[in-house]
């Protein structure tokens, strides 16, 4: 790699997404920032000089779009960082719609796979990169009332693990991150909620959730040549959860 990376993070306008196009930019990585429209993208791009992409990275022409922006700015593309995703509400499987299951599965596993490949293409020939994709702690265990997003990011786990098989041999490394529960607004309103925010602050042996930011120290690790030797681990970011 270059010493002045050219890194893509998706769900750029908030949350993990956000800290990290902020964590890479201090850093010194070209950024671009991607979201489902560029318009939300404007604070963090004003913070971060970054360029910014609007498109559904389920829709296969727009994730591939958005890979081209950054080799027709830069020239190259030596990281992703895919933190584009969904939750659906807490239900039980028996009260779960199709559509939301679908719904779910399609952000989180396909838009995985859109984003992922398009890199791919790209950085295969160019024989380096480093691709980063957002698992969960629930990659690896089960959680009630939660079985599209589990069973989505068991496969975002999965997929990740494939795609590091396939490219490894070229340069190309590609690694999970499974962060516990973060204040994100994703997640704020379980974190607020008095009976969740108690019970999830006594079963996280740190005893709070993560920062978005602390999940984000992690991704620029693992886009960053500190990391080289690192493809297809999946690297939990839980405050201990997973060692109960």
């Not at 041999?169 to 969740?196: C, E, H, L, W, Y």
């Not at 080289?228 to 999946?234: D, L, R, T, V």
């Amino acid at each position: 790699m270059t010493d002045t990376h050219v890194t893509l993070v998706t769900g750029a306008a908030s949350g993990i997404g956000r800290a990290t196009a902020l964590r890479l930019a201090e850093r010194g990585d070209r950024v671009i920032c991607a979201d489902l429209s560029a318009t939300a993208l404007e604070e963090v791009v004003s913070l971060t000089g970054a360029l910014a992409a609007g498109g559904d990275v389920t829709i296969e022409v727009d994730a591939e779009a958005l890979v081209t922006k950054a080799i027709e700015r830069y020239g190259r593309l030596d990281g992703v960082v895919h933190c584009a995703g969904i939750e659906e509400a807490f239900v039980d499987a028996r009260d779960m719609s199709l559509a939301v299951f679908e719904q779910t599965m399609r952000v989180n596993v396909t838009g995985s796979f859109l984003v992922a490949r398009a890199a791919g293409r790209v950085m295969v020939p160019q024989g380096s990169g480093s691709i980063v994709l957002l698992g969960s702690i629930l990659s690896t265990v089960g959680y009630g009332g939660n079985a599209a997003y589990t069973a989505s990011k068991g496969a975002v786990l999965q997929l990740g693990r494939a795609l590091a098989v396939d490219w490894s041999k070229f340069g190309v490394r590609v690694n999970v991150v499974g962060p516990g529960p973060v204040a994100t607004p994703m997640s704020q309103a379980s974190i607020d909620d008095p009976a969740k925010g108690a019970w999830l602050r006594e079963r996280i042996p740190l005893g709070r959730p993560a920062l978005a930011e602390e999940i984000a120290a992690v991704c620029a690790f693992l886009t960053s040549d500190d990391s080289s030797y690192m493809s297809g681990a999946y690297v939990p970011v839980d405050g201990g959860w997973l060692a109960l």
